[in-house]
């Protein structure tokens, strides 16, 4: 897994869904804004942990935080490297999972736009501009797949609704029309020497 690129996705507090991907030697991660990933939680420390890039992995250090950095449940005591599927802790509120992406799904990931854009995520909050060499944030939906889907389903269905109600009132109109109207309806096709009985 070498050629793999590392990310870490918020789950649980500010910004739950958020991406960022790992592009640093070392990133810090507190509450002040000074730090490569902001959390902005109040259990979180101003300078609360540091994650360096080192050849045997990424290895996570607490930085003497009030409320403690934690591994899969675990307060750490000491630097850990980590594994990837690991959950990180900081405080009570904030989890991130610590993933590994291969470079074809990396390759996939699209850019940031150039200037803040809406998110196309209800209740997700907007990704800004990055700034030069800080890791990239990237918005996915907190709960993937169900209510995107169930939200795309409802105009298909209504519209489909909508049609067979307009043909099946067709088919009544025509099945219930008077033959007067029919034999006026026909009357071009007789010219071509076509007839129809009852006409």
Known sequence: MSDATFRLIVRTGPNPGMVFDLTKEVTLFG????NDIVLGDSEVSRQHARLTHTPGGYVLEDLG???GSFVNGERMIAPR????????????????????????????IASPAAAPTPS????????????PGAPVATPVPATPGEDVTQKRRLPVLLAGGGCLVVVLACAAGLYWM???????????????GISFDGC
């Open 178 to 192: 008077p033959i007067s109207w029919w034999c006026a309806i026909l009357t071009p096709l007789r010219a071509l």
């Open 65 to 67: 935080s009030t409320n």
């Open 120 to 131: 196309p995520y209800p209740g997700q909050p907007h990704v800004p501009t990055p700034v």
């Open 81 to 108: 490297t980590l594994n990837p599927g690991d959950l990180i802790g900081y405080g009570e509120n904030v989890t991130l999972n610590f993933e590994a992406v291969s470079p074809d799904a990396a390759a996939t």
């Open 31 to 34: 509450r002040d804004v000074t």
